[in-house]
């Protein structure tokens, strides 16, 4: 989940709006309707949620910590924000600084000289979340985080095709076709007429070598969209080897 994109609250279909009462900051906090949450900051809060379009909170919310290391996640404490820009002595190191973090725990305020320091308390504190969240701050492991998750958003809901699809086009990537082809497959259970996934399951068919099931995928994703380009495409490549 790398920073920065588009996939934030402000941009999730989770999201509601806030009526003027309910507003705690400003005009452009939202509501998130998972979590039953305020968002403070939509532009720069994330959750594995915007991906996998599960109705179940899955990982903690965290936000984009700019700071002196560089560009660093930081995950919310229960229901508090972490806000960056603060000035104080660090809980951690006792080091002085100017800017740094703070994070309201049991109603007092703590403060941190780094978003490294404040992640060292949180994890202290939230021992069950330290394994999912070193894999979301790790952006080499992104692909296999998002994969965790797809695979959770599909056993709480074997219909959700969105988790399904990407999950699918993420082993693609990893070059496991096998499991790319039962992603696509489970689609068409369900959506017989998907043009888009018989494409997919005709190109994971190729890439394991099942010529002539790939160009029969190719066909039915044709048959149900005449105008699906990357499926007449790899049916041309194919034809002509
Ligand atoms: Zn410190």
Not at 10 to 17: G, L, P, V
Not at 113 to 130: A, N, Q
Not at 219 to 233: F, G, M, Q, V
């Amino acid at each position: 989940m790398p920073n920065g994109g588009s996939d934030c609250c402000a941009t999730c279909i989770f999201k509601r709006k806030l009526d003027k009462e309910e507003r705690i900051e400003n005009w452009i906090d939202t509501y998130c309707t998972i979590r039953n949450e305020h968002i403070i900051n939509p532009g720069y809060t994330y959750c594995a949620n915007w991906h996998t379009r599960c109705r179940v909170a899955q990982g903690p919310i965290f936000i984009y910590g700019i700071y002196s290391e560089g560009d660093y996640r930081l995950p919310w404490h229960n229901k508090n924000m972490p806000v960056v820009g603060a000035d104080g002595k660090c809980f951690i190191c006792n080091v002085k600084f100017e800017e740094g973090i703070e994070i309201k725990d049991k109603e007092k305020i703590k403060l941190f000289c780094s978003c490294k320091h404040y992640v060292e308390w949180w994890k202290d504190i939230h021992p069950d979340e330290v394994l999912i969240w070193d894999c979301i701050n790790d952006d080499s492991a992104w692909q296999e985080t998002m994969i965790f998750f797809y695979n959770e958003a599909i056993k709480i809901n074997p219909k959700n095709l969105h988790a399904l699809f990407e999950k699918g086009l993420l082993h693609a990537d990893l070059g496991q076709f096998e499991i790319t082809l039962k992603c696509f497959e489970k689609i068409i259970t369900l959506e017989p007429e998907n043009s888009i996934a018989w494409n997919n399951k005709g190109y994971a068919l190729e890439k394991l070598n099942f010529l002539e099931e790939a160009i029969n995928c190719y066909k039915k994703a044709l048959k149900s969209n005449p105008n699906n380009s990357n499926a007449r495409k790899n049916l041309n490549k194919l034809r002509f080897k």
